[in-house]
Structure formats: C-alpha cells, structure tokens
C-alpha cells in the first residue's frame, strides 16, 4: 500500500543496503501475526521502509496481545509443529485498555491457500478487565481468559487466522480491535499411533471377587493419548484378558503375558506396528508398572504395563490415574528416559533442557494446553510450563513437554515407516537395543557379525536352527541368576528373530536325536528400576525349532536356570467347545475326552467379524477354559471362538460360533 496511514502509530525501519533489515521485520512479522506497512515512493516500486503497525490503544480499548494455534503443547513463536488430524484450538489473547471489564465473544476466520475460508465462533466468551491488560502470561495460564477456537480441518500446509469479529455479549454490538495480528501457522502430515489396551481380569480375596478395569480408565487413557501424544490420530482397540500369573503379580509377568498375546495376533494379522499396554485395576491390589525395556530403535514390539484406579494421586481429578500412568510407560516403548527430578533415575539428566522436570523455565515460554474431549466430559485446561512437569518424570502435574513431545513425534513416524505386516517379534537387527538404562543396552547383532566399538553392523541377518518358529517369552533376573521360560507358542506367520552376539542369555533347544544348538537371544531390561530392584528383564523372541525338539533350556552366562519340555503333539479334539455368552461376559470350554496333558497349553481368540480379524483374550493356559467379561460382549452379536491347543512347537485349533444373549 502507499504510505498514508489512517489510524496507526507508524515506526518507520530504514533498511540497509542489501534489505536485511526489512526481511528480519517481515520473519519477525509473520511469526507475531503482525501487519507490515510497506512503503515506496510513487513513482517506483521499490520498497524503501517498512513498519509495524501499532493501534492506539486509546481510539481502541481492546487490544490483540496475540493468537497461539496449540494442540497440546506451543509457544508464542509456534515453535512446535501442528500436526494434520490432531484436535487444534486456537487462542486468541485480548487486552482491555477501557474503564470497565467486558466479556466478549469473537469470530476467527481460517483460510487455507485453494480451500477456502471458514469462519469460526469462540467456544466460550471471556471477560476482559482493564486490571489485566497486558499480561498475557495470566491469559495463557488460564483457559477463561482466552477466546478459544477449535479447528474444524487442517490440511498439511500454511494457515492463515485472521480474528474478524469480537462482540460485547452485554450490550451485543461488535467492537474495533487494534493490533490486529493474522499469523500464518504450518501443520505437517503426522503419523497414527496404534495401540491395543489390554485389562487385566483376576480374581483376589476370600470369597473371590473378579477384579477388572472399569469402562471409564480404558476411555480416559485412550482420551488423554489423544489429547497429549503427537499422532495425528490413536488408532486404538481395547480387549480384555484373564491374567496367566497368579495374584499379586509383578509387571514383569503381565509384560511376559502381554508379549505371548502380542505375538499371537500379529501372528494372525494385527498390524506390526501395533503396540501393547496391559491395564491392572488397583481394586484388589497396587501393581506398579514398567516397561520390557526401553528401546533404542523403533521397535513396536517393546510391551509394557501399568496399574489404573481412580486415586487422584492430589492434583488428578478425571477419575482414573491410569492415563497418564499408561504415558509414562508407554513413552518407555518409544524411547523416552527417566530425566530424574523427582525421585526417577537420572538417565537423561544431562539431555532434559528445563529445570526440575518443568515443561517450560517460564511461563513466557512453553505451555502446555489440554484441548479437552466432551466426549468424556474433560474442559479445555491451560497447563503453565513452570507449573507442570514432563510425564517422563515421578512428579506431581504431568504432561508432555517440547523435549518428549518432539521425541514420541519423531519416533511415531519412524515407526509408521516399518512393515505392517507380520515380522520378528522382537526387533534385533544391526543398531538396535535391548532396552534398559542407557548403559546396560546391548547391540543385537546377527550371530558371526564382529563390530568395533561405535561402528554400524552391516551384516546380513543370519536365522537360527532349522525348523517351525516358535516364538518364546522368558523372565531372566541377572541379580539372583534365576529365570523362567513362561511362554511358548507356534507362530508360523513369524520370521525367526535375529541372534544377539554377546548376550548373556541363551536358549538351548535339544532335540529327541540328541542334536543341541544354542541361540543368544536379545533380552531387554525392564524400566523403573528402583534402587535396590533386582536388574530383571524379558527375553521376547522367534526361534526356529525342530518338530522332534526335546527340550528348550534358558541360560544366564552359559548357566541353565530354567527349561521347558514340550508335551505330546496335541492331537486334533473330536469334541466342539461349549460356549456360553451374556451380555458383558463370556465363558469358553474346549470339551476334552479326558484331562489335558500337563504338557499342553491353551490360547483363545475371538474374532468379531467372521474370521477376518482375530484378538487374543488368553494365552498359556493349563486349562481349556476361560471366563470373560467386557463390553465387546454386546447381546444380539455374533463371534466366532478359536481355541489353540499347544505343546509348544505344533497346535490345533477349535473354531464355534456364538451369539450373545441378553441375560
């Protein structure tokens, strides 16, 4: 435009001789949402100034402070990428220069280059007070003191926020805004996080009762992942499963039980990247939860578990801890470190950039910011960066901050790069860890393969024995030199998992000829370690095993600690199973023309679209029978029931059909 200037307070920036000086004001500009007055003489287009404008604030009491466009974590400077599929609220900060307060509404246009504009209406009014004006920390702390508006679409590129209308609700007549700011945020393409919540059933106390997470810790927990982790969608699915271990069980063992279930519906078609969370109700006791190692590649298949109840732990107060508890460990699988502030181990003491755990050093900086789910009848809650901490850490007021925030985002699209089809169940290919603390990772390297220090293995991964795959979850304790081979299951869609030279754990699969042939199998340490913990771990793994395999022994430092020795080939059952089925429970019995053989193991599955899909609700059981309960049990629905029958290294399968009744 020229340079006549109606109603602005005009601060002319001389430029120097090669620009600088206008193109550090444009960045500056455009990061601020601020209008830009270019000038030229009118004989020339050649800009010679250019000029921030600034309203009074005395022809114009209300004041634009600034618009921040946030969808869990910003800045003013919007430093944080926008994903695309993610919930975005956009707030918008006003000043109230005026003799009295006024509560206003507002309209926000949004225009994206060839889709049009649309014009949105403020979720709720705010009242302006004059003894407020120009504290725009007290606005972004505080959720009522922004105009905030959700976006109904971003599509990966530039958007344009233009704030075109704000209206006094006590006198309904628009006002004159000065300052105005149209800034121009970015969103980039995300990735989806899949996962699969497993709750735990088991039966506590005298007499017995059954003891499950209730309805409300799955739908929160799947809320506040989509709420805080930066996936531009959760693609989630929630089954439940009785627990194999008896009460009171460790996360070790659900992780153990969680791996077998892993593996099995992989093995049936679940997505590769897929990963799995074990829920434990705190109703009959406190499970305290960890993670099968912290891995330092991606690597989906990491399991990991943790406790859900409805204690507030003091500051939580939407009725289940479970949410942010599953963050944690979930954040484990995908890498994350203890920073150690608030009694965690330090692990990433030295790489966590803020002060005592914190999202932000001040509040001038990063906020984090709930944008809320009215499905579950959470506000939108303004979270100030000096007040909360990373959900990393053991402190009170968690979320995610920039530093695990960016961490998750990264890996979640390095995730959705691998496979999605049935692969090893445990990641060991050449520069990947085992998980644990920083210092007790172990490189999985195909067997043969020598690797200096620092270097990057190139090998070709070498597969061990000749046979079935046979996929195997133990326990290892390097403390005590104990451990147990608590799973072992066929998994024909499976590749054999690579060796890991160097390990300290073995598998040693005999057979009935006498031939032997020892695996070193990867291993990961379990996170959460406390001190004075045992150093415990999980072996989660693909072998290939001979049919005639006698025995499979697991070794610490060349040491047998435990075996497992596979019954008799089950044989093809000639009776059906007995299914019985009410709304919210079902009761599955394979029909044995005898007692089953010690030998012998039991997986259910339950497929609720004729056979295209199938999830695992049991795995190692002694027993062909298992209660259920779950609200996938709805009445009036059909589902098909498979019951595997294992001796380890072959299985059978029983397939019926049931609909559920109503009582």
Known sequence: MGNSSAAAEIVVIQPNNDGGAIGDLVVHAQAAGRLVEFIHPDNSAVVTSAALVSDSSGQFPIQMDAIEATQAL????????????????????????????????????????????????????????????????????DAARSLNFVLPFAAAGPVELHLTRVTDTTLEVDLPIGSGKRPTVHFQTGAPFRVKIVGLIYSWGTPAITVAPVSSDYALLQSWLGRAYPASSVQSAVVTAAATAAPPFGCGDINAQIAALRAQDVNSGTDARTHYYGIVSDAGFFMRGCTAGIPGNPDPSVVASGPTGSNSWGWDFDGSYGDWYGGHEIGH????????????????????????????????????????????????????????????????????????????????????????????SASAGPGSGT??????????VPLGTHVAPGAVPTADTKLAGSGAPVHVVAQVNFTRRTGSIDFVNPVPNLSVSALS????????????????????????????????????????????????????????????????????????PSRGLQLKAVAGRLSVTQRLDGSPHPGHRFTVQTSPDDGRTWQTVAVGLTEPHVDLIGEAYEPGKEVLVKVIATNGITATETVDRVTIGDQ
């Not at 910011?369 to 979270?383: E, I, K, Q, T």
């Not at 998980?435 to 999985?444: H, L, S, T, W, Y």
């Not at 598998?507 to 042939?517: C, D, E, F, N, T």
């Open 74 to 141: 910003q800045d003013l400077a919007h430093s944080i990428p926008l994903i695309t599929g993610k919930r975005t609220v956009v707030r918008a900060y006003l000043s109230n220069y005026g003799a009295n307060p006024v509560t206003v509404s507002a309209e926000l246009t949004v225009r994206q280059p060839g889709g049009g504009s649309v014009v949105i209406s403020s979720s709720n009014v705010a009242t302006l007070s004059p003894s407020d004006a120009g504290d725009i920390v007290a606005s972004r702390n």
């Open 333 to 424: 699988t995908m890498g994350r470190l203890h920073p150690g502030f608030c009694g965690e181990s330090a692990d990433d003491l030295a790489g966590y950039p803020f002060p005592a755990g914190q999202l932000s050093t001040t509040d001038t900086g990063f906020g984090g910011f709930d944008v809320g789910d009215p499905a579950n009848s959470l506000p939108m809650r303004a979270l100030p960066g000096s007040q909360w901490h990373d959900v990393m850490t053991y402190c009170n007021s968690q979320w995610l901050s920039p530093y695990t925030y960016e961490g998750i985002r990264r890996r979640l699209v390095a995730e959705n790069a691998l496979p999605a089809g049935a692969g090893a």
């Open 435 to 444: 998980g644990g603390r920083p210092d007790q990772r172990i490189p999985n």
């Open 501 to 572: 030279e160097g390990s300290r754990v073995g598998l040693l699969l005999r057979s009935s000829s006498g031939a032997a042939s020892e695996i070193r199998a990867p291993y990961r340490i379990n996170s959460d370690i406390e001190p004075g913990d045992d150093e415990a771990g999980l072996v989660d793994t693909v072998v290939s095993a001979p049919a005639d395999t006698s025995v499979i022994e697991l070794t610490i430092d060349g040491a047998a600690v435990a075996e497992f020795r596979p019954g008799p080939e089950p044989s093809a």
